[in-house]
């Protein structure tokens, strides 16, 4: 068995290299059974060469050793790994929005016709609670 990484398989347009299910199981510390089982489950999900075969990349080798620090060091459940696997992705993609957000308020705050006096006025979300006078009787 080659500890060999495979190339992207066909169609990628990565330079990433990508290791056939075996080396992969074998850098992961797994079976390959396992990989397939986590493939199916949606917990990692290898790239597909035009035959079907799964190419598992080095992102993919870390996040199978995470879940298994997860399932045995932590006593997390399957169902539980890909519940943070998932939040896990989100809060990455938020945080990425987010810089773009940033970035492209810069550009306009750098623009030279930027007008700051443009902008509509902050509402006030103060609440006012009216309550009657007592009255003399």
């Given at each position: 068995?080659?500890?060999?990484?495979?190339?992207?398989?066909?169609?990628?347009?990565?330079?990433?290299?990508?290791?056939?299910?075996?080396?992969?199981?074998?850098?992961?510390?797994?079976?390959?059974?396992?990989?397939?089982?986590?493939?199916?489950?949606?917990?990692?999900?290898?790239?597909?060469?035009?035959?079907?075969g799964r190419r598992y990349s080095e992102r993919d080798v870390e996040l199978?050793?995470?879940?298994?620090?997860?399932?045995?060091?932590?006593?997390?459940?399957?169902?539980?790994?890909?519940?943070?696997?998932?939040?896990?992705?989100?809060v990455s993609e938020l945080q990425q929005r987010v810089v773009e957000l940033?970035?492209?308020?810069?550009?306009?705050?750098?623009?030279?016709?930027?007008?700051?006096e443009l902008l509509p006025p902050q509402r006030n979300t103060a609440l006012?609670?009216?309550?009657?006078?007592?009255?003399?009787?």
């Open positions: 068995m080659s500890t060999d990484p495979k190339r992207a398989p066909e169609g990628s347009s990565a330079r990433a290299e990508y290791f056939v299910i075996s080396v992969a199981a074998q850098l992961a510390g797994m079976h390959a059974q396992t990989l397939r089982t986590y493939d199916r489950l949606g917990l990692v999900t290898p790239q597909r060469t035009s035959g079907g199978l050793r995470e879940v298994q620090r997860l399932s045995q060091d932590e006593g997390v459940n399957l169902a539980g790994i890909k519940r943070i696997i998932e939040l896990t992705n989100q940033s970035a492209a308020l810069e550009r306009e705050r750098s623009r030279p016709d930027y007008r700051p006012v609670v009216w309550q009657p006078r007592n009255r003399r009787r």
